[in-house]
C-alpha cells in the first residue's frame, strides 16, 4: 500500500543525535498516529493528531517530539534517545479519530540506537 | 480499560485447511474490533472490522471473523489457508464511546505450510 509513506525505512543512530522521521498520506485523511513497535509486545500508541491538532500524548518521553504541519504530513523529532527506543517506528492515518475509522500504516522506520 | 488478548503466539496450519486465529477482549461497553495483518518488513494491513449488525464479517483476501458477544471473542477464520497468508495478525479493539484509544493484542504469527 502507497498511501502512507514513511521515511527513512532505516535509521541508525548515536544516542547524542538529532534526526527526524516524516510520514506523508495521501488519502485525505485526517487523522494522523506515531506507534511504536517493540517485538514480543503490543504495538504503542504515541501520539494522536486530528485536524493538526494534537489530541493525544500517551505519557511519552520529552525525547520524542511531533509536529504535523498540516493533515498530510507528520514528523517525529528525536534527540537524546536511548537504547530502548530501538525499534520499528509506525505512522498511520484515518478519515478521523472517530473509534469506528479503521488506521491505515506506513511500513515504518527501522530506528536502532547505538 | 480495554484489552485484547491473543492466546496463541504461533499457529501452524497445512495449506488448503481452515485455520483460525483467535482474539478475547474486554472493554467497558460496546466494542468496535479490528484485525490487521503484517507482512514481513512491511507496516499493518486492514483486513476487517466490526462496528454492528451481522456478527460475522467478511474482509479481504477470503477472510472473514465471527462477533461473540456473551464470549466476548472476535476470532480470525479462513476456510482454506494459503502459503501467502503466513504473516502476523493483530486484534484491535476500541468502545465504541470512543474516549479509549485503540488497543492491540501481542499478535499471532500464522504459519501455512505447503
Known amino acids: 500500500e502507497t498511501g502512507v509513506t514513511q521515511t527513512p525505512r532505516h535509521l541508525v543512530m548515536g544516542m547524542t543525535n538529532k534526526k527526524s522521521l516524516k510520514c506523508e498520506q495521501h488519502l485525505g485523511h485526517n487523522a494522523m498516529y506515531w506507534y511504536k513497535q517493540s517485538a514480543k509486545k503490543p504495538l504503542e500508541l504515541m501520539f494522536v493528531y486530528n485536524f493538526k491538532e494534537q489530541t493525544e500524548n500517551n505519557s511519552v518521553p520529552s525525547r520524542f517530539s511531533p509536529e504535523c504541519p498540516n493533515s498530510s504530513h507528520l514528523f517525529l523529532h528525536l534527540h537524546t534517545l536511548q537504547p530502548e527506543d530501538s525499534a520499528l517506528y509506525l505512522c498511520?492515518?484515518?478519515?478521523?479519530?472517530?473509534?469506528?475509522?479503521?488506521?491505515?500504516f506506513g511500513d515504518g522506520t527501522r530506528l536502532s540506537i547505538l | 480499560a480495554q484489552s485484547v488478548a491473543q492466546p496463541e503466539d504461533q499457529v501452524n496450519v497445512a495449506e488448503g485447511n481452515p485455520l483460525t486465529v483467535k482474539c478475547t477482549y474486554s472493554?467497558?461497553?460496546?466494542?468496535?474490533l479490528f484485525w490487521y495483518v503484517q507482512y514481513p518488513n512491511r507496516g499493518l494491513q486492514f483486513l476487517l472490522k466490526?462496528?454492528?449488525?451481522?456478527?460475522l464479517v467478511k474482509g479481504s483476501y477470503g477472510f472473514e471473523a465471527e462477533f461473540n458477544k456473551s464470549q466476548t471473542s472476535f476470532h480470525l477464520k479462513k476456510p482454506s489457508a494459503l502459503v501467502s497468508d503466513s504473516a502476523l495478525y493483530f486484534c484491535a479493539v476500541r468502545d465504541k464511546e470512543g474516549f479509549q484509544k485503540l488497543v492491540f493484542g501481542t499478535g499471532t504469527r500464522l504459519l501455512v505450510s505447503p
Open positions: 472493554v467497558s461497553g460496546n466494542p468496535y
Open positions: 466490526y462496528i454492528t449488525g451481522d456478527n
Open positions: 498511520a492515518s484515518s478519515q478521523d479519530d472517530r473509534a469506528n475509522q479503521p488506521q491505515h
